[in-house]
Structures are given as C-alpha cells and as structure tokens.
C-alpha cells in the first residue's frame, strides 16, 4: 500500500470526538457531594450510640469525616485550576488519582441519572488527566519514554507476531503500527503492543520508562492510566472504524505532536 493511499484511507476514518473536561468534574463533584452527604446522614444517626462508648467519639468521627470529605472537594478543586490554567497544587495529583479510584464506580450510576454514558465520563477523564500532565510541563528522554499500543492496532489478517517485537511488523502500511514503529525509530522512544493490561504492566515494569504514552479506547486508558500511577502517563484515543477491539486506527498526528511535548530534543538532552 502506497503512502498516498494510506493517507486517503486515514482521512475517511472519523476521528474521536473532543471530550468535555468539565463534564466528569463536574460528576465527580456532585458524587463527592452526595458521599459528604451519606457520611453526614451515617454520622447524625450513630452519633448518640457514639456518645455512650465514649463522649468523645462522636467529635472525633465526625472530625474524620469532615476531613475526608474537605479533602476531596479539595482534591476537585484543584483540578479546576488545572483545568482551567490557573496556578494549582502539583503535590494533590496523587489524591486526585485515589479520589477516582474510590468514587469513579459511584460516578458512573450517577451519570447515568442524567444519561451521561460511561465511555463519555472515561473520555472527559482522559482529557482531564492529558489537561494535568501537560501542565507539569513533563519532558523526558526519547530513551525513557514508552509507547503502547493494543494489538488491535494490527490489522486481524496479519500473520506476523508483533506483541513480543514490533519490529516484526513488515511495514505494509495496512495499518498504523508500521507508522509507529517507523517513529519510533525515528524519535528513539520504546514501543510496544500489549495483548493486554497484565502484559502492558510487565511492560512498563520491565522497560522502567519515566513517562509513558498509551494509545487505546477510554475504559483501557483510564486504567491504565491509573495502574500505572505515579508514573505519568498521556493518552491517546484509538479510532474504530469496525467496533471495539477490531482494526483500529490512531491519528498519527496527534500521537506525533504529543510526543514532542514530551520528549526532550537530542541537542538539550547532550547539552
């Protein structure tokens, strides 16, 4: 396949739509709200059998619970000046990540009240979080920098084995992994296809990289996003031209400009 007829063929994929990031704030927000609301509810009721074990207790609970609920609004805060590119607290990220984790699942029965899909509040995380790390200003070596893909990047007919070497690939320009691995010989950045998230942790823990870039639909990056905490990561959203998990695609130029965000020029890193 020609480089002209590649390009033609990306231009007739449909690229992902832009995702709000105010939309899963402004969810999580309200779903710490109502778990401030629980706790208090939890609080007022226990708060006279607390009294009788022992007279300080209803203090100290509540003061608790308080905190706990003055943290994550805290947390939500924070990531409004992110968001908003107002200076903000680089040190909270790590609560911001530990608030999703715990209230995410809250998060979705809550979006779903108002007809808010899953796969948009994943899609407003990612950009979020993409928002967060291009703020810290990251920039890492080409060499300390990990690329993953999933291997439904592969075209399905394929018979080369790419998951274990990318290098396999024959380049035939079928689909976008040849494009990747000509980049990545190009900027000099680690890069693999994972089967899967087992394979793509062994991954990063085997390559130790300082920054990684993932390429997948939005239920895998927001994992993997979070998996791989602190290690900072950017995503980048896969297109699927044929449904879920089946030849997809990824706008190369995108994964490109986001890799020279990242990645440290060769002249600054000798200097």
């Known amino acids: 396949m020609t480089d002209s007829t590649q390009k033609k063929k990306t231009k007739n994929v449909k690229l992902p739509g832009r995702h709000k990031k105010r939309l899963f704030i402004g969810i999580l927000l309200l779903t710490t709200l109502l778990a401030s609301l629980l706790l208090y509810g939890i609080w007022h009721v226990a708060r006279l059998g607390l009294a009788e074990i022992a007279e300080p207790l209803p203090v100290i609970v509540g003061g608790f619970f308080a905190l706990i609920s003055g943290g994550a609004l ?7 000046l992110a968001v908003k590119g107002w200076p903000y607290l680089p040190f909270l990220q790590r609560q911001n990540y530990e608030l999703i984790n715990l209230l995410f699942p809250v998060a979705v029965y809550v979006a779903k009240f108002f007809h808010v899909h899953k796969r948009q509040l994943e899609g407003s995380f990612i950009a979020t979080s993409n928002l967060m790390f291009n703020r810290m200003g990251i920039r890492v070596p080409a060499d300390k920098l990990l690329v993953v893909t999933p291997h439904c990047l592969q075209l399905a007919t394929c018979p080369h084995k790419i998951t274990r070497d990318p290098h396999n690939c024959r380049r035939c320009g079928g689909c976008d992994v040849g494009a990747l691995v000509n980049l990545a010989d190009e900027m000099g950045f680690h890069f693999f296809v994972a089967t899967g998230g087992t394979l793509a942790r062994q991954i990063v823990y085997n ?5 990684v870039l993932a390429i997948a639909c939005e239920r895998d990056l ?8 602190p290690l900072p990561a950017v995503g980048v959203l896969n297109i699927r031209p044929n449904g879920p998990c089946y030849n997809t695609h990824v706008d190369m130029e995108e994964v490109r400009a986001q890799l020279e965000k990242i ?5 600054q ?3």
């Open 74 to 80: 805290l947390a939500i805060f924070n990531m409004v």
């Open 207 to 211: 390559t130790r990289p300082q920054a």
């Open 222 to 229: 927001m994992s993997g996003i979070q998996d791989v905490y």
């Open 263 to 267: 990645i440290i020029p060769k002249e």
């Open 269 to 271: 890193a000798n200097g």
